[in-house]
């Protein structure tokens, strides 16, 4: 397969971006895409110019890494797929394909594709934790736990935090990402005592950085995990919720 | 010749551990924060170190190249996490967990070490749980558990198939909260480059920050390496793009001892590659040899679809060779048998590199739906990157690097040889000896990280106290920061002909070949020579794009492979000194008139350990001997 790629360029967070066009040739169907991206890199490099940076690590659509607007789609094309997973079969002979970093104001461009997502972890330092110090649990079985209320909590824990959600967000908002671990630890009976709390801590730093959710559901369609977005029904219940809650008489009113 | 001493604790084995942590000196939490630490790498062995040693009250300093600690490659093991709880109760129990991993690893792993982490391995559970990590559960409310990678009790817990990703989110999670505590100070896009030993002690780090390129030091009371393990020297591999042997190689360097490098898992259930420009190899969870059965075709050339093939002309060549383990057989041997009946050109696939695992019987016994509630995320991925259906098509699997069991030597303590410097979880060699059962590298990156670690440094941190860590002003900082600047600039003026992946994939089939599944004395030593070349030619002709002072990952690149190229030489001499087949580690030479393994429990029931002799030198050897009290050494046996 012959393509023709438009990938945005921006040396570093203030310099002034553009799209640059490059042709890779000989693509075999069965590359993914960032292998795509590699042999590209690899010509770049032997012809003295700068290699196209972007972010990417395990390869196998778990840690998150990879982040790639594609043609418009975060993580391109295929329903449930990280960019790593995508593979150049889903196009065709002859495609030109747009290449360009996430779209977020609370994203900023470090280098051509990467962005800075450390937002991400001021949201979980503020409340995206359940405080179990180590050594201080009692024995596993002694909690016990629906097995549908941890396949749901599951279901939320699935979040990979790569940002597709935010990226896809007409608005820049975070509420998958943060509803989705919100969901996790709040199903869960260890995650309780803390639920309200989580709540309020999690929303107040997440609105320092993002939009506001005005409930388009552009990011349940663009995660990779398929997270669904009812997650963010729980976490805003639960926001409206700790703001009127007496937290000392919660043993009297869960 | 020099004899280690691993600083094993006296009594018997199921009291060392209590007896040990008795005798430690305690820190008091006044004193506490008067001490600094700083954990390299943020796994699941180094975010649990820095989180509990955050909360014990020290102060921590933490550092990851990641953009975020939840990235780490701790994330992508699928399968599940052993322990001893016994809650099946098929006849589980701590010695029999640590018996299962002395026995799994060959009998070349060091017993105290193993039977403390069988110990601790129901604590983790709990702790696991405290903290919010959904393990599959029954309709009950209990805990679920499956039987995995061999072991004939169900010992594993699980979280679908992504059990490493929930527990190194339970890890970015309790560190999260000890930045958000003030207790840990996190560095990301931060990537360690130097150890710095004043005085006879490691006192800091080198590091060089990924998007400014500015190199700092950073001192402290003692050092955590907890950087994970070197698969990448294979080039294809199911590691993570960014993992690396750098941290640890750089210790090595400085002084501390490297344990059986050799010591390598080439695992048995990966997606063949499908063209050489494979960037890295992705893993199919062991978990599907539970249920699926393993073949190729008996006739050589086959050119049939796997459909068209009839039963009699199927090799189920596990069940043949292995009646009592069949498809379950330990790692290393299922490798191996699949190497084999590639290399007689029995192996399916376009490009021949693959043998079937087939579900059709499964799911004629089981129904469909069972085996998708079982395996459907595997299946979708896997279905994703090859654009087959397993459910109508079998698997088609091939082994490939996975973990290395080998690494920087550490005592009882998990204290390396250079005092004040530790190394955790995968980065160390300790407990798993010449081959890792399944479901035990989470075992012992969070048992390291949460029960181990920060007990054992107390002792040597309390020897320290009223003294301050040594001061970046020192030299010894100095002199590391400009090695550092050095090797930068001068990969950066190389200005060759040829890119880094280039080498690394030319390393990467000399290891393979060589130092893979197989290996001979002939191998090894044509091996150790074409890497001398690969390597001196690597620095006369690599070329390096773009500057030192932004985002640059192939500069980071350029730094790791030139690390990979000596750990391979090492790996090769560690190889090439143990003529004996003992787990992941086959010599040719060294096998029964069956093609199994033979031990040599005379002449290398010992941990070598590698001493650093120069770029290109031979390595200096120094021994542990290895002594088995409680378990009877014998000729695994899986027939």
């Known amino acids: 397969m012959d393509i023709t790629l438009k990938v945005w360029r921006q040396e570093g967070p203030d310099a002034a971006g553009r799209f640059e066009t490059y042709q890779a040739t000989d693509v075999s169907p069965d590359m993914s895409f960032l292998e795509m991206l590699d042999i590209l890199n690899e010509r770049l490099t032997l012809d003295g110019e700068v290699p196209i940076a972007f972010e990417h690590d395990c390869r196998e659509g778990i840690c998150g890494t990879c982040n790639l607007m594609i043609d418009g789609h975060p993580h391109g094309p295929q329903m449930g797929t990280a960019t790593c997973q995508l593979h150049m079969r889903k196009f065709s002979d002859g495609d030109t394909i747009t290449v360009e970093p996430w779209r977020a104001a609370a994203f900023p461009i470090i280098k051509d594709l990467a962005v800075d997502r450390s937002a991400f972890d001021r949201i979980i330092e503020a409340g995206g934790h359940i405080g179990a110090p180590t050594g201080s649990a009692p024995d596993a079985n002694l909690i016990l736990i629906p097995k549908d209320a941890v396949d749901a909590a599951m279901d939320a824990a699935l979040c990979i935090g790569c940002g597709a959600c935010v990226a896809a967000c007409p608005n820049g908002a975070a509420q998958l990402f943060v509803a989705a671990k919100y969901a996790h630890l709040s199903l869960l009976p260890q995650g309780q005592p803390e639920r309200f709390r989580r709540a309020e801590a999690m929303v107040d730093t997440m609105e320092e950085y993002f939009g506001a959710c005005s409930n388009h559901a552009e990011c349940e369609a663009a995660c990779p995990k398929s997270i669904s977005i009812d997650f963010i029904a729980l976490l805003n219940r639960d926001y409206v919720r700790a703001k009127w809650r007496n937290r000392r008489l919660a043993g009297q009113s869960v | ?639």
């Open chain 2, 1 to 639: 010749m020099m004899q280690l001493d691993a600083k094993i604790p006296e009594g018997p084995i199921a009291e060392k551990w209590d007896n040990h942590r008795f005798a430690i000196p305690l820190v008091s939490p006044a004193n506490k924060r008067k001490f600094s630490v700083i954990v390299i790498g943020t796994g699941l062995a180094g975010a649990s170190a820095a989180a509990t040693l955050g909360e014990l009250g020290y102060r921590v300093k933490a550092f990851t190249y990641h953009d975020s600690s939840r990235r780490a490659h701790s994330i992508a093991a699928q399968g599940g996490i052993n322990a001893a709880k016994n809650y099946q109760g098929d006849g589980d129990s701590i010695f029999r967990l640590f018996y299962d991993t002395v026995k799994g690893g060959d009998y070349r792993s060091r017993e105290a070490n193993v039977y403390r982490l069988a110990q601790v391995s129901n604590e983790i559970i709990d702790q696991c749980v405290a903290q919010g990590v959904p393990f599959a559960r029954e309709y009950g409310g209990l805990l679920a558990n499956r039987s995995f990678g061999g072991a004939q009790v169900s010992r594993t817990f699980y979280a679908r198939g992504v059990t490493g990703q929930q527990l190194l989110l339970g890890t970015y999670q309790a560190l999260a909260r000890q930045v958000s505590a003030g207790t840990v100070e996190l560095f990301t896009r931060s990537e360690m480059l130097e150890v710095v030993v004043a005085e006879g002690k490691a006192v800091g780090v080198v590091v060089r920050n990924l998007v400014t390129g500015e190199v700092t030091s950073h001192s402290a009371h003692a050092v955590v390496l907890a950087t994970g393990g070197y698969s990448n020297v294979y080039y294809l591999s199911t590691n993570a793009m960014a993992c690396n042997g750098t941290a640890i190689w750089r210790a090595h360097r400085k002084g501390a001892l490297f344990g059986n490098p050799c010591f390598t898992q080439i695992h048995p259930t990966c997606i063949p590659a499908s063209d050489e420009f494979q960037s890295k190899l992705t893993l199919m969870s062991e978990s599907l040899r539970n249920d699926g059965r393993i073949w190729v075709p008996r006739e050589i050339g086959e050119t049939r679809s796997a459909s068209e093939i009839p039963e009699e002309e199927r090799d189920y060549y596990l069940e043949r060779r292995y009646p009592a383990f069949g498809n379950l057989v330990p790692r290393d041997v299922a490798s191996r048998a699949a190497e084999q009946v590639i290399n007689e050109q029995r192996g399916v696939g376009p490009l021949r590199n693959g043998v079937y695992l087939d579900f059709a019987e499964a799911i004629g016994r089981l129904g469909r739906d069972t085996i998708e509630e079982r395996y459907g995320n595997l299946f979708e991925m896997y279905e994703r990157i090859t654009d087959e259906n397993p459910y109508e098509t079998p698997m088609r699997i091939y082994p490939a690097p996975h973990y290395t069991m080998g690494g920087l030597w550490v005592d009882y303590d998990l204290m390396t040889t250079i005092p004040g410097l530790y190394s955790i979880g995968e980065a160390n060699f300790s407990d798993h000896g010449a081959n890792r059962l399944g479901a035990s590298a989470l075992m012992q990156g969070l048992a390291d990280g949460y029960f181990v670690l920060p007990y054992t440094i107390g002792g040597y941190l309390a020897g320290m106290l009223g003294t301050d860590p040594v001061p970046t002003s020192h030299p010894a900082f100095a002199e590391a920061e400009q090695d550092v600047r050095d090797r930068v600039a001068r990969l950066l003026g190389t200005n060759g002909s040829r890119t880094i992946d280039w080498f690394h994939r030319e390393l990467g089939k000399i290891m393979i070949e060589e130092c893979g599944m197989a290996r001979s004395e002939n191998g090894l030593r044509k091996a150790i020579s074409e890497i001398a070349t690969l390597r001196e030619e690597y620095h006369r002709d690599v070329k390096v794009p773009g500057d030192g002072v932004s985002m640059n990952e192939s500069l980071e690149k350029a730094g790791r492979v030139a690390d990979f190229f000596e750990l391979a030489e090492l790996m090769c001499h560690d190889a090439l000194y143990r003529e004996e087949s003992c787990g992941g580690h086959f010599r040719l030479e060294h096998q029964t008139d069956e093609g199994e393994a033979r031990r040599d429990d005379e002449r290398f029931t010992h941990v070598a350990a590698w001493g650093f002799g120069g770029v290109g030198a031979e390595p200096s050897l120094t021994r542990e001997e290895l002594e088995f009290e409680y378990v009877e050494l014998s000729q695994r046996s899986y027939k």
